[in-house]
């Protein structure tokens, strides 16, 4: 039988419209991709009932509302741990929902936890440092040249041409500026020059598997090496992807992504970000256990319809999945 399928998500135009700057609310959701997901959604046989951000949320539950399954893709606005405040009163409610919960967010969220946890499991990710404010850059002992992002942000935000440090000088400038615009710590880790693959995988725990592989290729135009906000907000111009031939290295990658997503325990569906070092090497970079949905636009949609598996599939998948795991028959 059909379900009763709740969507929480965030709108970018909302947050626009109430005068938030575009690199701010760049994980937020397009209209058109809400649109695209509620109409796979239905597509599977399921209802959906659009119920909009974690605010909404909150009256509809106070309110007395309940549905079969929550599809929740809500980013959050502020904080490392934004990205658990749904499935967090949805846990409080009991309510069913996909993707990861609380813990798995906020962990993979702050991009320093996820790195320890992978770390300590032995999974390949580049050497880092924290920096809280400029008195810790002296703490920093790492080999230039030195990556420097947000600590807990996604979408590339951020990110530019100028993200790479070559000494310590330019690294405090760097670093100086995120603390300035993004008010959080800066996630400084050893640069890695190779190739760049994004991995989408699928499932649960052992029987979670790799839906696809494919590598992002900059144009010099953007910079070549970094792949930034600007690069992924026009992507159509500045990035180029494509499938990996089957390989060593592809293997490696494929492995790498599979291991790092079963150790921090991600659900029902995620991309990881993969680069190679010098000697061609994969670590991971991030993951991120929302990904981003539009048909056509975000990674992982672009992934599984080169590996012939159409968006309403994909969805459905999703959907069987969390279905699945909490012992929901549709």
């Known amino acids: 039988m059909p379900l009763n399928i709740g969507l929480v ?8 419209a109430a005068g938030f700057a575009p690199e701010l609310v760049a994980e937020f ?7 695209s997901l509620a109409a796979a959604i239905s597509s599977a046989g399921h ?9 909404s949320l909150c009256a509809r539950l106070v309110a007395g509302d309940s549905w079969d399954l929550v599809f929740n893709i809500a980013e959050g606005l502020s904080g490392r741990c934004r990205e658990s405040q749904v499935p967090a009163l949805l846990e409080l409610f009991s309510v069913p929902y996909t993707f990861s919960d609380p ?32 008195s810790a850059l002296d ?27 070559d000494s310590p000088d330019a690294l405090a400038s760097l670093c100086q500026r995120l603390l300035d615009t993004f008010h959080e710590s800066v996630l400084v880790e050893e640069y890695l020059p190779g190739r760049e693959f994004t991995v989408a995988v699928l499932g649960n725990a052992s029987t979670a598997r790799i839906l696809g592989v494919m590598e992002v290729s900059i144009s010099d ?18 990035v180029s992807y494509s ?8 293997s490696a990658v494929e492995t790498l992504a599979l291991d790092a997503y079963r150790v921090l325990e991600c659900r029902d569906a995620a991309r990881l970000d993969i680069r190679c070092d010098r000697q061609g090497r994969p670590s991971f970079m991030e993951v ?24 309403n599939e994909l969805i459905a998948e999703i959907i069987n999945n969390a279905c699945e795991r909490q012992g929901i028959r549709p």
């Open 47 to 55: 209802r959906v009932d659009r119920i909009g951000n974690a605010r």
């Open 103 to 134: 813990l798995v967010l906020a962990a993979t969220l702050d991009k320093a936890v996820a790195k320890r946890l992978l770390q300590s499991a032995g999974v390949a990710t580049p050497r880092f440092a924290v920096v809280a404010d400029s």
């Open 221 to 238: 135009e953007a910079g070549g090496a970094v792949y930034s906000y600007e690069s992924k907000e026009k992507c159509e111009q500045l």
């Open 9 to 16: 998500y965030d709108l970018r135009s909302e947050y626009l």
């Open 288 to 311: 991120n256990p929302l990904p981003g949905l539009h048909p056509t636009h975000s990674d992982l949609p672009m992934i599984a319809t080169a590996a012939g598996v159409s968006y």
């Open 139 to 165: 703490t920093v002992n790492l080999a230039y040249p030195l990556f420097a992002k947000p600590l807990a942000e996604g979408s590339g935000k951020g990110v530019s041409r100028d993200s790479i440090a």
């Open 29 to 35: 959701d397009s209209d058109e991709t809400i649109d």
């Open 243 to 250: 499938t990996p031939e089957p390989g060593a290295l592809t």
